[in-house]
């Protein structure tokens, strides 16, 4: 069974620190992608990742997908009040179903 | 707005009753996919249809089902309620069948079985 792990669990930090959050699996995927939910909504996909070594850039943040494709990270430069939510990265191994990591539940106070 | 509607947007029952969640895809979508979100799971895939097809089975409980009709709108049946079947369900849609299709997701319908 393929399992996704996320840390830190929670994160709470101030208006224009940066940021790093991470997605970890024993894992081979065949692509990652990272979700963002608000409170009362569904999630929201950010971006997604195919291939190994892969960095995206959206605005102020930068997505990595890891070399051998079993890892992810999430970096906020600069984090803003509007960044607040909860990260979900989630994806597939070949021939598995879809998962999705338990979360990064950021705050980012004023 | 992600186009996906789900209704309703809350419902709440007895422990042994049976309820039906609606789901319709954003136009176009072809696969549907149901998932449950509970504070200490997480969000939990169930099941995806494509085109009216089963296509991907995760954790889904016996007690559950779900069908996707021929205007691919999909239902997702839960029966013989438990209170720890209490959670958000939410249902997503995409245009393609895999995994890395992006999906757009549902408000959510909040279930709370008492």
């Known amino acids: 069974t393929q399992l996704l792990e996320q840390s830190p669990q929670f994160l709470s930090i101030q208006e224009g620190e940066n940021l790093t959050v991470y997605c970890n699996s024993s894992?081979?995927?065949?692509?990652l992608q990272w979700y963002r939910q608000e409170p009362g909504e569904g999630p929201v996909l950010l971006v997604t990742?195919?291939?190994?070594?892969e960095v995206k850039k959206l605005k102020r943040l930068t997505f990595q997908f890891g070399d051998a494709r079993k890892d992810s990270s999430l970096h906020i430069t600069a984090a803003q009040p509007g960044d607040t939510g909860l990260y979900l990265c989630?994806?597939?191994?070949?021939?598995?179903?879809?998962?999705f990591g338990p979360g990064t539940r950021l705050s980012v106070l004023p | 707005d992600s186009g996906v509607t789900q209704t309703p947007k809350h419902l709440i029952t007895a422990t042994g009753q049976r309820v039906t969640l609606r789901c319709s895809p954003r136009?176009?979508?072809?696969?549907v996919y149901w998932y449950q979100q509970s504070l200490d799971q997480g969000l939990q895939f169930l099941i995806q249809y494509y085109n009216g097809e089963e296509r991907a089975k995760g954790n889904i409980l016996e007690r559950f089902s779900a069908q996707q009709f021929p205007d691919l709108h999909s239902e997702l049946n839960l029966s013989s309620l438990e209170l720890g079947d209490s959670a958000l369900y939410f249902c997503a849609s995409s245009a393609g069948q895999g995994a890395s299709d992006e999906q757009f997701f549902g408000p959510g319908t909040r279930l709370t079985v008492l």
């Open positions: 989630a994806g597939a191994g070949y021939g598995q179903n879809f998962v």
């Open positions: 990742v195919v291939t190994g070594g």
């Open positions: 894992s081979v995927f065949s692509s």
């Open positions: 136009s176009g979508d072809l696969s």
